[in-house]
């Protein structure tokens, strides 16, 4: 942070500039919360399930093709089959692979689960900014708005959406942000709100500081931590949500989701053919991410709230 230099007969010292400090304490605050999530041994064990659905989703379009798992493609391919060393977990009724449609199924619904999840964090923490930083109808106006969206039930009004607009994955996006970031824009609220009201703001307003160097420097950083924890907890959500409308048929039709193999599985009888391989598969690898995310998101709200690590 700070030494000596020697010039001649003279020893200065040497300070280290204020930014140069922040980055050195958020480094360490970075590096302490990194090593207490990493003795969470749930926590490790769902980042590496996450990580190894990662990996399958982005490796997907080099081990496989996409015409793999069109009919066209799998006429020559047993119907019903039950998972062999040819088809790791089997094939549906027109004969694909239940393995490779898991595999490009696995690209769309974390896709879908991530981007809405940015849609909605981003929507949540510019409205709580705005409303806890800047108080009086401003505050009012978008809490009124932000009621107004929790009063209404999420699902039956995503599913209306779904239905009303374009069937495409930016619609399924469009139709989870839209709906979901209400709590997230009370939680971000509460924190500002919090933040707002601690000596060091009021210092550093007194001393001139404007509004956008307050929420940049002050408002922002306090409330990144409660925004990363509420992303993780964010992202299962918006899975179970895609998972749903493509199970009801409002998902892409052109895409391959765990939804839509699930869907497609009820319609075409696999439970009373007792085909298992094919509803189980998808199932479990909802269940798996949904939980792992949700593990990871609890750990990472310990982590980062010294209120919830006292207890």
Do not use: C
């Not at 089959?81 to 449609?101: N, Y």
């Amino acid at each position: 942070m700070s030494g000596t230099v020697e010039s001649g007969d003279e020893v200065k010292p040497v300070v280290a500039s204020p930014a140069a400090i922040r980055w050195e304490r958020r480094r360490a605050s970075m590096g302490d919360a990194w090593g207490r999530l990493r003795s969470d041994r749930l926590a490790m064990i769902s980042l590496f399930v996450l990580l190894g659905f990662a990996v399958m989703a982005i490796i997907t379009p080099y081990v496989s093709d996409r015409a793999d798992i069109s009919a066209v493609n799998t006429a020559d391919n047993p119907t019903w089959a039950s998972p062999s060393s040819e088809f790791w977990l089997g094939t549906d009724h027109l004969g694909r692979s239940v393995a490779l449609q898991v595999m490009w199924g696995a690209r769309v619904s974390l896709f879908v689960g991530l981007a809405a999840t940015l849609l909605t964090i981003v929507i949540g923490s510019v409205i709580g900014i705005v409303a806890g930083f800047f108080g009086g109808w401003t505050d009012s106006v978008l809490m009124r708005i932000t009621d107004w969206f929790l009063v209404i039930p999420f699902l039956p009004t995503a599913i209306v959406l779904a239905a009303v607009l374009e069937r495409s994955l930016w619609t399924i996006v469009f139709v989870i942000g839209i709906t979901s970031w209400p709590s997230t824009a009370r939680l971000v609220r509460s924190q500002v709100l919090s933040v707002r009201s601690r000596l060091y703001v009021d210092r550093a307003r007194a001393l001139g500081a404007g509004r956008v160097h307050v929420i940049n420097r002050h408002i922002f950083p306090n409330v990144l931590p409660l925004v990363m924890a509420s992303t993780t907890l964010a992202v299962p959500i918006s899975i179970l949500t895609e998972t749903t409308l493509s199970f009801l048929g409002l998902g892409d039709p052109t895409q391959v989701s765990w939804g839509a193999i699930l869907n497609e599985a009820r319609e075409k009888g696999a439970i009373d053919r007792g085909a298992w391989w094919y509803y189980m598969p998808p199932g479990m690898a909802i269940v798996m991410v949904v939980l792992a995310f949700t593990l990871v998101g609890r750990a990472t709200e310990t982590v980062l709230d010294p209120r919830l690590r006292e207890r």
